[in-house]
């Protein structure tokens, strides 16, 4: 069983940052890609940010040139730094996992006020 544990979530203004960690347990090179999904209130879960077991990377358009997600191997995390943030990107963010299963974890709240 794959455990995914999101940390990093919390209040900022308009135009500051944040960081956003996913810690898995186990090995993360097990996983063909990982990413990040937001689901803000009344509008379905999409898509931000996803890096493959290669490394290549893929963004939204709403965040590209903002947001930046990386892996770190030996702590087993994926990270979403998170820059120029807009009250538009207030939602709930989860870290997500693909093996041959979606995995998935619990959530973080991100709110942007402006």
């Known amino acids: 069983q794959v455990q995914l544990v999101e940390s990093g979530g919390g209040l900022v203004q308009a135009g500051g940052s944040l960081r956003l960690s996913c810690a898995a347990s186990g090995n993360i090179f097990r996983f063909n890609a990982m990413g990040w999904y937001r689901q803000a209130p009344g509008k379905q879960r999409e898509l931000v940010a996803r890096?493959?077991?290669?490394?290549?990377?893929d963004y939204a358009d709403s965040v590209r040139g903002r947001f930046t997600i990386s892996r770190d191997n030996a702590k087993n995390t994926v990270n979403l730094q998170m820059n120029s943030l807009k009250p538009e990107d207030t939602a709930v963010y989860y870290c997500?996992?693909?093996?041959?299963?979606?995995?998935w974890g619990q959530g973080t709240q991100v709110t942007v006020s402006s």
């Open positions: 890096i493959f077991s290669g490394g290549s990377t």
């Open positions: 997500y996992a693909d093996t041959v299963f979606r995995f």
